[in-house]
């Protein structure tokens, strides 16, 4: 309930938002997306072909990839796609009921990570993989609120890759019509404040075949009690 409250704060002043995004000109820092009740910044070419092309092969071949199993309104299914989670020793997570364990930092996500962080200004100390294989592989619709990454946590997602649409969508306020974002190849997201308990998000099945995208998305998992 807290969260709806917190969403519904700038609700008296309603805003009219139909919003396709698509930035194809590199920018030298991570340009702000107007969305109220969040902090949304992308930035276009972070990595530029053909690093972006090597970063995506060696990737694609040094993953431990596995499609999980979940828990699903009390049914296990297997995720429309696969991944595989690295970090720091201990930072472990649980979501729909299965509980992941950080696989070793290699040495090309070391270097992902550092380049990040420099940009950012932040460290991270975990990196969830999603590899999509084709136009059937998705996300539902969800926010990454779990315990572990505090109230606000900051994630950085970086797509290699086919272009896939990124769709936002206000968790309480009817008035905000959906926002697509297009996630391009070496491009960088960034998700701070309250964006994670005020919308949601989802990367949606395409009609139009689709070649293999790689997604990684930094976390910070915190040492719960």
């Given at each position: 309930?807290?969260?709806?409250?917190?969403?519904r704060a700038?609700?008296?002043?309603?805003?009219?938002?139909?919003?396709?995004?698509?930035?194809?000109?590199?920018?030298?820092?991570l340009?702000?997306?107007?969305?109220?009740?969040?902090?949304?910044?992308?930035?276009?070419?972070f990595y530029?072909?053909?690093q972006?092309?090597?970063?995506?092969?060696m990737?694609?071949?040094?993953t431990a990839?596995?499609?999980?199993?979940?828990?699903?309104?009390?049914?296990q299914?297997?995720?429309?796609?696969?991944?595989?989670?690295?970090g720091?020793?201990?930072?472990?997570?649980?979501?729909?009921?299965?509980?992941?364990?950080?696989?070793p930092?290699?040495a090309t996500?070391?270097?992902?990570?550092?380049d990040?962080?420099?940009?950012?200004?932040?460290?991270f100390?975990?990196?969830?993989?999603?590899?999509?294989?084709?136009?059937?592989?998705?996300?539902?619709?969800?926010?990454?609120?779990e315990?572990?990454?505090?109230k606000?946590?900051?994630?950085?997602?970086?797509?290699l890759?086919?272009?896939r649409?990124?769709?936002?969508?206000?968790?309480?306020?009817?008035?905000?019509?959906?926002?697509?974002?297009?996630?391009t190849?070496?491009?960088?997201?960034?998700?701070?404040?309250?964006?994670?308990?005020?919308w949601?998000?989802?990367?949606?099945?395409?009609?139009?075949p689709?070649g293999?995208?790689?997604?990684l998305?930094?976390?910070?998992?915190?040492q719960?009690a």
């Open positions: 309930m807290w969260r709806d409250a917190a969403c700038s609700a008296a002043c309603p805003i009219e938002m139909s919003v396709s995004l698509s930035l194809f000109d590199p920018e030298p820092q340009q702000p997306i107007p969305m109220p009740d969040a902090d949304v910044r992308f930035r276009h070419g530029q072909p053909p972006s092309q090597a970063l995506f092969d990737l694609l071949a040094e990839w596995r499609q999980e199993t979940i828990t699903l309104w009390e049914q299914r297997l995720q429309p796609r696969l991944s595989a989670w690295y720091d020793p201990g930072s472990r997570y649980t979501y729909s009921g299965t509980t992941f364990h950080p696989l930092w290699t996500l070391l270097r992902i990570k550092a990040i962080e420099r940009t950012a200004g932040l460290q100390n975990s990196v969830l993989l999603n590899l999509y294989r084709d136009e059937h592989d998705s996300v539902a619709w969800h926010s990454d609120h315990r572990e990454f505090g606000d946590p900051v994630i950085a997602s970086l797509s890759g086919e272009t649409v990124f769709r936002f969508r206000h968790r309480s306020r009817k008035d905000l019509k959906r926002v697509d974002l297009e996630l190849d070496g491009s960088l997201l960034l998700m701070a404040g309250p964006t994670q308990r005020c949601q998000h989802a990367i949606e099945k395409e009609r139009r689709c293999p995208r790689i997604n998305t930094f976390r910070t998992i915190l719960l």
